[in-house]
């Protein structure tokens, strides 16, 4: 079936520094969407990408969608404490409201 | 407005017993759909329901596992007998209106089940 890879796994950084999450998929995506879940709580919707080559950004985060659509970011320029968390990318799959999340990436910003 | 509402919070309970899971999608949301996440996994698609009748239940693990949304209100997702692979957080999320792509999800607080 459709699978959804996520990198990294997790990432360390200084507070200030700047982090990126991969997700890569082998199919065409119709769209995909990116949640954060914050330490003991539940996923949160943050965005969501439809166009190929597509970018949206949301103060210091940045959403691409591949050309190909096959690909997504997300990056945070200047990550605070307030950032920690896992982000999630989740793969729409046809026209059912079923989402493929990738494995997430959880994030630690050390102040 | 209330967002979508899990209970319990947690449940620990032995092998072979059963445990119910309930939640109550957010007012006026026609689609339900529940997930789960195995420690440091990915969250997976369990089953997802358009007001009562079951859309998609192509996630669900085997017939041990048995969802319910008499009247398409809150939905129960019942584990009967629970074996220790189970164990995990049982997330419920919510969507409005018509089951279509593009949809996000709100999801709720989800229920940490650990099976002993």
């Known amino acids: 079936g459709q699978q959804v890879m996520q990198i990294p796994q997790y990432q360390h950084v200084q507070e200030g520094e700047d982090f990126t999450t991969y997700c890569n998929s082998s199919?065409?995506?119709?769209?995909i969407q990116w949640y954060k879940q914050r330490p003991g709580g539940h996923p949160v919707f943050l965005i969501q990408?439809?166009?190929?080559?597509e970018v949206k950004k949301q103060k210091r985060l940045t959403f691409q969608f591949g050309e190909a659509k096959k690909n997504s970011s997300l990056h945070i320029t200047a990550t605070q404490t307030t950032d920690v968390g896992t982000y999630f990318c989740?793969?729409?799959?046809?026209?059912?409201?079923?989402?493929?999340f990738g494995q997430g990436t959880t994030l630690q910003v050390k102040p | 407005e209330a967002g979508v509402t899990q209970f319990p919070s947690h449940s620990v309970i032995e092998k072979g017993q059963t445990v119910t899971l309930r939640c109550d999608p957010i007012?006026?949301?026609?689609?339900l759909y529940w997930y789960r996440r195995v420690m440091g996994k990915e969250i997976k698609f369990l089953l997802h329901?358009?007001?009562?009748?079951?859309?998609?239940e192509s996630g669900m693990p085997n017939n041990r596992f048995l969802a319910e949304r008499t009247g398409g209100t809150y939905s129960t997702l019942k584990v009967q007998p629970a074996e220790l692979e189970d164990s995990g957080v049982y997330f419920c999320?919510?969507?409005?209106?018509?089951?279509?792509?593009?949809?996000?999800?709100?999801f709720g607080s989800g229920t940490q089940l650990s099976v002993l």
């Open positions: 999320a919510s969507s409005r209106s018509l089951p279509m792509a593009n949809e996000k999800l709100f």
């Open positions: 199919t065409t995506l119709s769209n």
């Open positions: 990408l439809v166009k190929s080559g």
């Open positions: 989740a793969a729409g799959s046809g026209n059912t409201g079923k989402l493929i």
């Open positions: 007012s006026g949301h026609d689609n």
């Open positions: 329901f358009v007001k009562e009748s079951k859309q998609d």
